[in-house]
């Protein structure tokens, strides 16, 4: 969808993981679409960083990357980037 979408942070819940963008928007996808992360420890989920120039988030301790545009798009399946 928008493939240009960049990163600035990252926030979560026990419910939603929410990514807030460069350009001020926030995006919520619900924490179930990530089993990897919702399984993880809160130390775990927090530390990650932005890759491929902000449009991707990575998860080193748990060797899961998410490309923002995923969140953006809805599909019936949801998988990592």
């Not at 026990?14 to 350009?23: K, P």
């Not at 902000?54 to 599909?75: F, K, N, R, V």
């Amino acid at each position: 969808m928008n493939g240009s979408a960049r990163g600035k942070s990252v926030h979560f819940d026990d419910r939603h993981l929410h990514v807030e963008l460069d350009d001020g928007r926030v995006i919520s996808t619900p924490m179930h679409w990530y089993p990897e992360l919702q399984e993880a420890t809160l130390r775990q989920v927090g530390n990650y960083s932005f890759i491929c120039r902000g449009t991707g988030i990575e998860w080193p301790e748990l060797d899961y990357h998410l490309s923002i545009a995923s969140m953006l798009a809805y599909t019936e399946e949801r998988e990592a980037a």
